[in-house]
């Protein structure tokens, strides 16, 4: 596929592509953070390609990006391709994405990473702070393809379940009760640099051969009430060996249950 034109209209998903690429910069040490605030401010806006290409034409590209057609950009001599140790998203992601995902009317159905992966947990929380303004939860289980959450309902005792899948959000089951109790946490709070890391070497922390994540829960422990939420990760492959640990939000790990079969 040849590259798209400089005078060729952005789409969202190209801003929004051309932000990712801003970010692993960033992260690589290729931007200081004031250049990355001021490239991401330009990207967002950007009309074109051409005003895209100027602001990541001087960057080398993730491997897993150079596909895109933001990386692909307008002719020139060839890029220079690398392949990042990890995802880092954080709140530049968050930032960078949360006015990119939208939901027009007609619209072609968003391509969605892998909601178990560093990039996958990124993209989601950047739709969740869209949809609801906060990036605050009671539960979330997230599988590759869909995500549940359970997240106060503002209204007194109630707690609502949502279901994002497809890019799109919409309620599961019917409202919960919800004690004044329940401790909800801040899904921003997460170590995304540090998760993504994880999540990429998880079958092979578990001792699970062509392992891949089936589902990873991040929730509160039963006790006590001011431990901080655990993040459970499952993996299982096709001949069925499974294993499982579990990491604080911070990244350190807590407890490894590896495959014994």
Not at 165 to 190: A, E, H, K, Q, Y
Request: aromatic share 8%; proline share 8%.
């Amino acid at each position: 596929m040849k590259p798209p034109a400089k005078n060729l209209r952005a789409r969202d998903a190209d801003r929004a592509d051309a932000c990712a690429l801003l970010d692993a910069a960033l992260a690589d040490g290729q931007l200081t953070a004031a250049e990355h605030e001021s490239r991401t401010a330009k990207a967002m806006r950007a009309e074109t390609f051409g005003a895209i290409d100027r602001l990541v034409d001087d960057l080398q590209i993730p491997a897993d990006q150079a596909s895109t057609p933001v990386a692909r950009g307008i002719p020139r001599a060839p890029r220079r391709w690398w392949i990042p140790v990890g995802i880092v998203a954080g709140a530049a992601v968050l930032g960078s994405l949360a006015g990119l995902i939208g939901r027009s009317a007609g619209a072609a159905e968003p391509d969605i990473p892998d909601l178990t992966t560093g990039k996958g947990f990124a993209y989601f929380l950047a739709a969740y702070q869209a949809e609801f303004g906060s990036t605050v939860a009671d539960e979330a289980v997230f599988y590759p393809g869909y995500v549940l959450v359970e997240r106060d309902s503002g209204k007194p005792g109630k707690q609502d379940r949502w279901d994002y899948r497809r890019g799109d959000f919409s309620t599961w089951g019917s409202p919960d009760s919800r004690p004044p109790s329940t401790p909800s946490f801040d899904l921003n709070t997460v170590d995304i640099a540090r998760y993504a890391r994880i999540m990429a070497g998880a079958a092979d922390t578990v001792h699970v051969p062509d392992g891949r994540i089936s589902h990873i829960a991040i929730r509160f422990p039963s006790s006590p009430k001011e431990a901080l939420p655990e993040i459970t990760v499952h993996v299982k492959n096709e001949a069925e060996q499974s294993g499982h640990f579990t990491i604080a939000p911070s990244g350190e790990p807590i407890a490894v249950h590896p495959n014994t079969r």
